[in-house]
């Protein structure tokens, strides 16, 4: 990996915009098809606001280049779940699922709520730095991540395979036409 990249949290407003910016450069929405299939696209946009109060909640973790954005890795706590309606299905389905034979709702999870690195940056160990960080600063106050990645996703799949993430459950969502892999992973 560059040896000038850090991994930090979330500090300032101007992370939260750098955040929206590298959303928005990588939504389905403005991705030729074999682009997204080749390098990973995101589905949901975070409202600036919301991003601000999740952030304020918990922080999420980035990797930063001088002053530059290299990639993100939200955290979002349950508790957000209301505050995303496209998201709700996805709260509802972990409330009935288990970790290892353990219901999630005896345990101390939280959502990934959305990971990207900037085209730039991929391939060069950023992804597994932010989750090595993730896991440094989120071990202390939950026991497990879990996240929901599209099958057609293979990029994303592969890399959090290779960090450690394992397949809870696999369903199809009618609405985003979508097939999902609800994955985990112990902190
Ligand atoms: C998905 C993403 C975060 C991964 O970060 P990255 O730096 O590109 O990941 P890495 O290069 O470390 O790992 C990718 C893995 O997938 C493999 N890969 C690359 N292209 C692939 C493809 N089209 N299909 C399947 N696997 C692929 C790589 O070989 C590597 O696996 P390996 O370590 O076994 O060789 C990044 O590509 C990205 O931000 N994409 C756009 C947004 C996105 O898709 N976010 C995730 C939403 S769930």
């Given at each position: 990996?560059?040896?000038?990249?850090?991994?930090?949290?979330?500090?300032?407003?101007?992370?939260?915009?750098?955040?929206?910016?590298?959303?928005?450069?990588?939504?389905?929405?403005?991705?030729?098809?074999?682009?997204?299939?080749?390098?990973?696209?995101?589905?949901?946009?975070?409202?600036p606001a919301l991003l601000s109060r999740?952030?304020?909640?918990?922080?999420?973790?980035?990797?930063?280049?001088?002053?530059?954005?290299?990639?993100?890795?939200?955290?979002?706590?349950?508790?957000?779940?209301?505050?995303?309606?496209?998201?709700?299905?996805?709260?509802?389905?972990?409330?009935?699922?288990?970790?290892?034979?353990?219901?999630?709702?005896?345990?101390?999870?939280?959502?990934?709520?959305?990971?990207?690195?900037?085209?730039?940056?991929?391939?060069?160990?950023?992804?597994?730095?932010?989750?090595?960080?993730?896991?440094?600063?989120?071990?202390?106050?939950?026991?497990?991540?879990?996240?929901?990645?599209?099958?057609?996703?293979?990029?994303?799949?592969?890399?959090?395979?290779?960090?450690?993430?394992?397949?809870?459950?696999?369903?199809?969502?009618?609405?985003?036409?979508?097939?999902?892999?609800?994955?985990?992973?112990?902190?």
């Open positions: 990996m560059a040896s000038n990249i850090h991994f930090k949290q979330v500090d300032s407003s101007a992370h939260i915009d750098q955040i929206l910016a590298l959303q928005a450069l990588n939504h389905s929405s403005v991705l030729a098809a074999d682009l997204a299939s080749q390098q990973g696209f995101l589905t949901v946009r975070h409202d999740m952030n304020a909640a918990y922080p999420s973790v980035i990797a930063q280049c001088g002053d530059e954005l290299a990639g993100y890795c939200l955290v979002m706590p349950p508790s957000f779940a209301v505050d995303i309606p496209v998201l709700a299905p996805m709260f509802a389905l972990l409330e009935t699922l288990s970790w290892q034979e353990e219901p999630l709702s005896s345990l101390r999870w939280f959502v990934m709520g959305q990971v990207c690195v900037a085209e730039a940056y991929r391939g060069q160990g950023v992804f597994d730095g932010m989750y090595a960080q993730l896991r440094a600063v989120c071990r202390a106050d939950f026991d497990l991540v879990v996240t929901e990645i599209a099958l057609r996703n293979t990029r994303s799949l592969r890399a959090h395979e290779r960090v450690g993430f394992q397949t809870m459950h696999r369903y199809f969502d009618p609405l985003n036409g979508e097939d999902w892999a609800v994955v985990g992973m112990a902190l």
